[in-house]
């Protein structure tokens, strides 16, 4: 899987968005680009993925530059319960049981003050 | 409610006393995994199905076993635990090995 970069950690205000940045330049051309976060100890959450469109669902949008090499993810009014810590991975859309592992760095540690 | 069910969620148990934690899905998925999560570590895989008595191992199988019997149901064995299994263990299943559900988690320590 190609690797990513995200800094260790932000924060932000609640009810303001969240932007959230991955860089993943290595990426290629069949790579989805995944964000999944963890609770303190809590199993680790999907939240979006995407290969090269932007991609919105109930939870946060995601975005993808042009050339693909970096996205930020969007919580739109992140709230006290969206502290956590945030992965960005890049993973190909085929899979057979060798590379279905999930892989994740250090992520972001994302701290939403009151 | 779709969910990845756990149990137990905490154990304390004793070296050489087998043990096992069981993970349950109701998603209908074919893929299901086991993962260990210890500080400093990540997240590793231990073993994958990828559907009923198809598994393999992950990346850290010493230790444990497997099986899958049922669609549903892939728990996870420790014949002979030991202390360096103490860690927090999370089972995951999705409908090809991409987007991944996990559950809730198992605090595992062994003494």
């Known amino acids: 899987d190609a690797k990513t970069t995200q800094p260790p950690s932000m924060d932000c205000a609640e009810g303001r968005a969240a932007n959230l940045p991955c860089n993943h330049s290595?990426?290629?051309?069949?790579?989805?680009v995944y964000w999944y976060r963890q609770i303190h100890s809590q199993g680790p959450q999907y939240i979006i993925h995407g290969l090269k469109n932007n991609e919105t669902n109930e939870m946060a949008s995601l975005i993808i530059t042009e050339d693909r090499k970096s996205s930020t993810l969007i919580l739109p009014h992140a709230t006290l319960r969206d502290t956590a810590v945030y992965y960005c991975?890049?993973?190909?859309?085929?899979?057979?049981?060798?590379?279905?592992?999930?892989?994740f760095g250090k992520g972001i540690t994302l701290s939403v003050r009151p | 409610e779709a969910q990845v069910t756990q149990n137990p969620r905490y154990l304390i148990t004793v070296t050489g006393k087998k043990l096992t934690v069981t993970c349950s899905q109701n998603m209908n998925h074919e893929y299901m995994s086991w993962y260990r999560q210890d500080p400093g570590l990540g997240l590793r895989q231990i073993y994958y199905?990828?559907?009923?008595?198809?598994?393999d191992k992950g990346d850290v199988p010493e230790g444990y076993k497997v099986s899958r019997k049922e669609k549903r149901n892939f728990p996870l064995i420790l014949e002979s635990p030991s202390p360096n299994q103490t860690s927090l263990y999370f089972c995951?299943?999705?409908?090809?090995?991409?987007?991944?559900?996990f559950g809730p988690g198992t605090r595992l320590t062994v003494l």
């Open positions: 995951a299943s999705s409908f090809g090995g991409d987007t991944q559900y």
């Open positions: 991975i890049v993973r190909p859309n085929l899979y057979t049981g060798a590379n279905s592992k999930l892989t």
């Open positions: 199905s990828m559907n009923v008595e198809v598994t």
């Open positions: 290595t990426i290629s051309g069949n790579e989805y």
